[in-house]
DNA sequence: AACCGTTCCAACCGCAAACGG
DNA sequence: CCCGTTTGCGGTTGGAACGGT
């Protein structure tokens, strides 16, 4: 083949692969190119397919069960993003690792310090001049998928300055906070938080752990 | 409106593993 | 085994889209 395409796929090109793999199957990645009438390399083929046009992908955002997979398989296997894909039927590797890269990795690790944004969001700015107590953060969770503990710094999720620690008992009272003041921080952890985080009790605990990340996935105005 | 910086993801590349003659 | 070819994987990047000034 003299000439070979790179770059972005068109519409055309999508349908040629379709509809040879439709009729003709996958036998020969480095072949059906010229078959299919594509100027493309079996790589880029299989590529397009594979992360793609492949009939059984998920496509849209991330669920929170997909999210909490994606960290738990990464605390446990590491950057082998295809073992990850197997436990996430019709996620691709290359797209669990773009989540990642993209969403996690500033949560999950060590690095949470270094990824300050270099613009906050205005709700952000506001919530740092009342002062807000910091009532929930995440570090030390008794869920170990998530535990930040390895983290030299921690997030936090924060409420309005009259917000009582005594009134966090459920995710509803959490909930009923957001719409006001509600803003993810970085911070470097000191003493103010662990003792405030004392008294609440596990299934508590990991009920705020839940929903900031599912505030953290819906969320526009949340910086990390 | 125009510019500029940032975010995100599709697609690339290099390398390693698997395959098969 | 060896060696050439094909497939699979993970890191990286180009550029479109977006958001802020």
Redesign the pocket.
Known sequence: MDYV?????SPEEDKKLIDYIMKYR???????PKFAGLS?????C???W???LRPDLKRGPFSLEETQTVIRMYESLG?????I?KELPGRT???I???Y???LKKLVGTKVNQVK???R?KKVEKAKQIEMKIICPIQGTPDQSLDFTKSSSSSYITFDENQDMNDVTSVDNINHQVDENIVILESNPDSTWSSSFDHLDESVHSSIVDFWLELYMAA?DVKI
Do not use: C
């Not at 395409?5 to 796929?9: H, P």
């Not at 950057?79 to 073992?83: E, F, I, L, P």
């Open positions: 395409k790179k770059g972005a796929w996958i036998w020969n990645w480095s072949q059906m493309r390399t079996g790589k880029s299989r590529l397009r594979v992360n793609y950057n082998r993003w295809a073992a894909a590797d290359n797209e690792k773009n989540f890269h993209t969403h944004p270099k613009t969001s526009d």
